[in-house]
């Protein structure tokens, strides 16, 4: 394989941003030479590497020189400037390029990972594209004398799968063109307008004026940069005059979309996920690269899709064609992005196969030149023959002078048409540039509102000057008017005011506007470098006049900075670390990051939905903000919408990727409807546009859906002392708001489901967990054990009772032990307190360790979903073997069948049953000596009451009010048994006083909620408020008391059984 026709890939590592530096983020990538390796933040151990041809760390090791570049803190440091970038990648591409080569350098990576600032750079410090263009015009100066070069720059845009001119003089609608094909070309952009340069300042310039048309028209357009391509193409064609040699060649220079890969909270799939193609390009140039890496290896019949989308039509030569081409992957080095960094790593590793079939390139137009000069020649030599012929040799000769005319005409066209593209290029450089000083002698007179966009490389593009006077804002175009475009921009949106070197803002009725994260509806004052954010997501910064400028930095005023502001005013802040110096968890910065990357598309979903009509709200919510698993412990967070019908009450919730996919499709919906409109008003009013789209391929519609509103937690811990326990659970929704009430009952009970107080206690299971740590190495069977669940009522359901008008029914779904299918209640329709009714016996058939183990740490989590009108009910899939057929559930699962035993084995099974055999028996006889020594011992403390008060105390408290207390564990009359048999008594005695307290704070916390619902009523006067004082007053009282007496009863126990133990040692 010749290496130098490989596709060579390059990654680089950017710093961490300030957000990050501020949450205490991770570093996760390390480099040694050309090695990358990736460490998973969640695993320490699970490290992987990648090799490449080239691995960039400019993470750290760098400082700010006085000129603003960033350079290593040492010479000959580690870290990788722009410089070092350039002399690997940039001249490499410019040298192939003169050599006659096409050459092509593609990067690619997540947003805001640093691919714009490779590309492009920022300030002082230029990238690749910039620094090769200075390049490029230094070597044509420098060699003047030997060849002559022309310079032609193109500058598109693909989104959504539509190439758009960002050089057309025209609108953004009619710049869209088409990909053409031709047998010696390949594709091609029909109509891409190519401008002749002479200067880097002039492509410079151009560049400047792709990327205003880039800002403008997404902003009118409602397109996201971060998820379009931006190519840049530079055709050189170099005449070698000596040589008679012409070698023409193209550069192409491709700034691909964020590939961040969505963080996906389940395995879904939207009915309209294949609908959109504003992923297409990303996922059919990843379908290509794995296709061409798997024709490198050997795999025959293998297809190459590169017709599947207009980005890998375009970049066909590039990718295993006649190209030299230079991958630059860009990695973001923060733990929250581990998996993203390494899709990208991987995406990079099967790159790096790719063979392409690099040739030197003829330029035909040179051919042209010949074939013309070399025919002239032959023509004139036919005229010197003709001219001894006569009249008609006259007639042939004329014909043969018109074709020598039209020929030389043809050359003399040619050789001008590169003078003649770079005078009008020339002139339209002037203009700008006039436009260009304008500008800037305009900064420093007004003050102004710049631009802020999410692609860094668009931020302070546009730039609007606001004059002395009265200036109205919005779509309005007039003299006295400030024309933006965008979402949820009104006519007259708001109006400008500068009196007195003074700018205020007031928001016209029904406009949106926020200064600094806060709706204003009044006039304001603007200071310098506030924020401002006009319609749904329109960011702007203000600058203020000159004297109120400093030397302050406003890069910092980001459009993350923007949006965190916006968080910051709903409560959200997640994205700063503690007061005490802690570290954000990763986990907790990742829903930070999604929340305030979510929130302007939210905002631009909404302005959509109010223009078309559709009557659809969304919402950001955190889910699992308040919620736990069964073991208490946090579940994973991620940001959800949540969508609501306004009008038919209906209520769904996205996850972050399905909203993502519809909100692009929205956006297609959007810009037909604008198209649409715009096109009844050419048409004079009439209503050209098709029918209504159908409601099955509407982004804002989906099937009604059940909707999970919250979860309680019954902890089982009771049913291991056999303790009835009867609760009242507060249902909470994933951010912790109060949903409803559940009665629950967890009662003990017998094999007929009916309470049985003879029922054998799992007292002692408490000393056995001190004396079996480790359930999981050594099983204990201890028999059946069963219980009755019974879920009695609901009430206060906030759902039912704000959506009182439309069809809702409530159930209650629950999962046991082992077991992955849920329960579900029997639905009960529009009742805000619901009577449930639903019974459940569960059975365990032998009580393992795990199962205790279940029960006294775990919880079952009871969800309550809401099931809206259309939607078909929850139905539980409970495996056949684990529900008996009259309605029990088997809670563990029955032992695998033993394995039929070999010959060999059969008389060795013989003598270990004999043997169990004779265990089994003295185990019986030892049971009933102790059974008979209990009958004694039992006689013994009947006895000895009077004689000891303490031990008649206990063993009234313990023996006769409670059936529970297993037979042996009571003091004896003896001292011989009084020692023998005082621990397991004072064990057994305290879990009964426990047990005493256990029930009597059950009722305390009752009493607790009844007093916590104990509300006012909305409507309550003054007399009203009192009665409810007292009333609460009361209520607060019994609750006191209530929990003193708990509390003194728990002390007098203890304090009994001390003195019993005492008593005991003494004697």
């Known amino acids: 394989m010749n290496r130098k026709d490989c596709v060579r890939v390059a990654v680089r590592v950017r710093p961490f941003n300030k957000r990050e530096k501020d949450a205490g983020s991770r570093c996760i990538i390390s480099m040694v030479t050309s090695s990358v390796t990736i460490q998973d933040p969640h695993d320490p151990h699970n490290r992987r590497s990648f090799s490449f041809d080239y691995a960039y760390w400019s993470h750290s090791g760098f400082l700010r020189d006085h000129n603003g570049l960033y350079v290593p803190e040492e010479p000959g440091g580690r870290y990788a400037d722009q410089d070092s970038v350039f002399q690997d990648l940039g001249e490499g591409i410019l040298e192939n390029a003169q050599q006659g080569y096409n050459a092509t350098l593609l990067a690619y990576g997540q947003t805001g990972s640093g691919k714009s600032y490779s590309m492009v750079g920022y300030g002082p410090n230029k990238g690749l594209v910039p620094k090769l263009c200075d390049r490029l015009f230094e070597d044509i100066r420098g060699n003047q004398a030997t060849r002559q070069c022309q310079v032609f720059f193109s500058m598109m845009e693909i989104y959504n799968e539509q190439v758009i001119d960002l050089l057309s003089r025209s609108s953004r609608t009619s710049g869209v063109l088409r990909v053409r094909e031709e047998q010696h070309r390949g594709f091609y952009v029909e109509g891409l307008r190519t401008v ?14 792709g990327t205003r048309t880039r800002t403008t028209a997404a902003t009118h357009m409602n397109a996201n940069s971060s998820r379009s391509h931006m190519l840049i193409i530079l055709q050189l064609k170099q005449i070698f005059s000596k040589e008679n040699i012409t070698k023409q060649s193209s550069i192409n220079l491709v700034d691909l979309a964020g590939s961040e890969r969505q963080r996906s909270s389940g395995s879904e799939a939207d009915r309209l996920k294949e609908g959109t193609a504003i992923n297409l390009s990303l996922t059919t140039l990843g379908n290509v690269i794995s296709a061409l890496a798997d024709v490198v290896v050997g795999k025959r019949a293998v297809h190459i899709p590169y017709r599947d989308s207009v980005l890998t039509k375009l970049l066909q030569s590039a990718l295993g064609g006649n190209s030299r081409t230079v991958m630059i992957a860009t990695l973001s080095p923060a733990d929250i992005f581990y998996e993203e960094s390494l899709s990208t790593l991987r995406y990079a590793e099967r790159a790096k196969h790719i063979q392409n079939q690099a040739v030197v390139n003829e330029s035909p137009t040179e051919r042209m030149v010949k074939e013309l000069k070399a025919e002239n020649a032959r023509l004139l030599q036919r005229l010197s023959r003709l001219g001894q012929d006569g009249r008609r040799a006259n007639e042939e000769t004329k014909e043969l002078r018109q074709l020598l005319t039209n020929n030389e005409l043809q050359i003399r066209a040619i050789q001008t048409l590169w003078e003649q593209h770079l005078q009008d290029a020339l002139k339209d450089w002037e203009l700008q540039y006039a436009t260009i000083t304008q500008e800037r002698r305009m900064i420093q007179m007004f003050p ?52 007195q070197r003074r700018v205020t803002v007031t928001p016209h009725q029904g406009s949106k506007v ?21 319609g749904s997501n329109s960011t702007y910064l203000f600058i203020g006049y000159p004297s109120e400028r400093g030397g302050e930095d406003c890069s910092r005023y980001d459009y993350d900075y923007f949006q965190s502001e916006l968080a910051a005013a709903e409560g959200i802040h997640l994205g700063e670390s503690s007061p005490g110096g802690g570290q954000t968890d990763p986990s907790l910065l990742a829903v930070f990051y999604d929340y305030i990357k979510l929130m302007p598309m939210v905002a631009e979903a909404n302005q959509m939905s109010q223009e078309l009509k559709k009557d659809i709200e969304f919402k950001l919510e955190i889910k699992n903000l308040a919620a736990s698993d069964s073991k208490g412990h946090d579940l994973e967070k991620d940001v959800v919408v949540r969508v609501t019908s306004l009008p038919r009450k209906q209520v769904w919730v996205w996850s972050k990727n399905k909203f993502v996919n519809r909100k692009f499709l929205m956006e297609e919906l959007y810009q037909q409807q604008q198209q ?24 804002f519609w989906d099937p009604v859906e059940p909707l999970l509103l919250g979860t309680a937690h019954l902890w089982l811990q009771s049913l291991v002392f056999r303790i009835p326990l009867e609760e009242q659970l507060e249902v909470l929704s994933s951010e912790g708001r109060a949903e409803a009430i559940l009665q629950v009952q967890l009662v003990p009970c017998s094999s ?17 967990t001190h004396t079996i740590p480790d359930f999981s190495c050594v099983p204990v069977h201890l028999g059946r054990m069963e219980s009755s669940w019974i879920l009695q009522s609901c009430w206060d359901n906030v759902w039912t009772s704000s959506w009182s008008w439309t069809s809702v029914l409530v159930c209650t779904g629950f999962r046991i032990f082992d077991c992955s299918q849920p329960f579900y209640t029997p639905a009960v329709w529009n009742q805000v307190n619901p009577l449930l009714h639903h019974h459940i016996h569960l059975t365990s058939l032998h009580t393992t360790s795990s199962l205790l183990d279940y029960l006294q740490s775990s919880a079952v989590v009871l969800e309550m979903w809401a099931l809206q009108d259309g939607c078909t009910e929850l139905v539980s899939s409970v495996d056949e073997g684990r529900m ?42 030892l049971n009933a000596s102790l059974m008979k020594e209990n009958t004694s011992l039992r006689e013994q403390l009947h006895n000895t009451r009077n004689d000891c008060p303490a031990a008649w105390y206990c063993s009234s408290l313990f023996l006769d009010s409670d059936p529970y207390l297993p037979a042996g564990v009571c003091a004896a009359g003896d001292d011989g048994g009084r020692r023998r048999s005082l621990r397991p008594s004072c064990d057994a005695d305290l879990a009964r006083a426990l047990k005493v307290f256990y029930h009597s704070m059950t009722s305390v916390r009752a009493q607790l909620q009844r007093l916590c619902r104990h509300r006012p009523s909305d409507e309550s006067d003054l007399l009203g408020l009192r009665l409810f004082v007292n009333e609460h007053s009361r209520l607060t009282k019994d609750f006191s008391e209530q929990l003193d007496q708990t509390v003194s009863r728990l002390k007098h126990d203890v304090a009994a059984i001390v003195r019993w133990k005492r008593s005991a040692n003494c004697s």
């Open 448 to 499: 102004s509102i710049h631009n802020i966009n999410e692609d860094a490389q668009l931020s302070g593009v546009v730039k609007l000057f606001i004059r002395e006077g009265e200036w109205d804002v919005g779509l309005c175009d007039s003299p006295q008017s400030i024309t933006i475009r965008g979402l949820g921009i009104q006519e007259h949106h708001a109006v400008f005011r500068n009196e």
């Open 884 to 925: 008996t057929s009259d309605g029990t559930f088997i809670m563990d699962t029955p032992p695998p069948p033993p394995p039929a035993p070999s010959k060999a084995s059969s008389a060795e099974l013989s003598c270990s049953v004999k043997t169990l055999q004779q265990e089994v028996t003295q185990l019986q006889r």
């Open 752 to 768: 007929t489901g009916l309470y049985d107080t003879h029922t054998h206690t799992y007292t002692h299971t408490l000393s056995l």
């Open 676 to 699: 649409q409109a715009e096109q009844r008003t050419v048409d004079g009013g009439q209503d050209t546009s098709r029918a209504a789209a159908l409601q099955d391929k509407d982004p």
């Open 514 to 534: 926020i200064v600094n994260g806060q709706t204003v509806t009044q006039t304001t004052e603007l200071q310098h470098l506030d924020r401002l954010i006009l």
């Open 196 to 209: 002749p340069c002479d200067s880097a300042q002039q492509v410079e310039q151009l560049m400047e004026q």
